[in-house]
């Protein structure tokens, strides 16, 4: 599932620096726009899937935009993207027709689940099971027990590959390979850093702890993922 996904943000640090390279870690691609007069160009030969829109642009409110777009395309998804936090704002932004609203700084996990679950919604796809753990999203998203967590292009690389091997240890050199774009460039010490991280961000996420254990003298196993 390919997805097609517009970034409207008129901060362009912020817009081509930080937000559209950290989502493609997240394995999104997404097209960045500085205007709801880019929108309307954009949109007059396609229409995307999902629709990042900043509430503060400068030539319309972000309110008006996201009303105007729920009304021509209902099955459309838009995620609003703002510094105003109040609920006055939320329940406004809510109201116009925004399937969530987030507030800037956002976290790029936050919006990356975001993202994926939204996805999952607009194309009718089912939830995730209510236990045990499964890959999702083609394997960028991450659903366990108690919850769901987005997956970095080297988290899904790792848990792919450990997936892979059905409960069977698999081994450093195989593991720095499926995660390192070049292991000649790769300090092995990154692999039990991207695990500990890994580690750390399932058990916030999902509230128990991933089934992915060290093998000492090989590598990791991991078990338990469906």
Known sequence: MTLRIVLVEDDDM????????????????????????????????????????????????????????????????????????????????LNEGADAYLSKPVEIELLAATLHSLARRLHGEQAPAASGWRLLDNGWSLAGPGGEVALTKSERRLLQCLARAEGEAVGRDRLIAAVADNVHDFDPH??????????????????????????HGEGYVLTSLG
Not at 41 to 70: F, H, K, Q
Not at 190 to 215: I, N, S
Request: hydrophobic fraction near 45%.
């Open 14 to 93: 912020l817009r081509e620096r930080v937000l559209r390279p950290r989502l493609a870690d997240y394995g999104f691609e997404v097209a960045g726009l500085a205007s709801a007069a880019e929108l309307e160009r954009l949109m007059a030969a396609t229409v995307p899937d999902i629709v990042v829109l900043d509430v503060g642009l400068p030539d319309a409110s972000g309110y008006d935009v996201a009303r105007g777009l729920r009304a021509r395309h209902p099955r459309m998804g838009i995620v609003m993207l703002t510094a105003r936090r109040e609920t006055p704002d939320r329940v406004r932004g």
């Open 190 to 215: 990154r692999l039990d850093t991207l695990v500990y991280r890994l580690r750390r961000k399932v058990a916030d996420a999902c509230g128990q702890a991933l089934p992915l254990a060290a093998v």
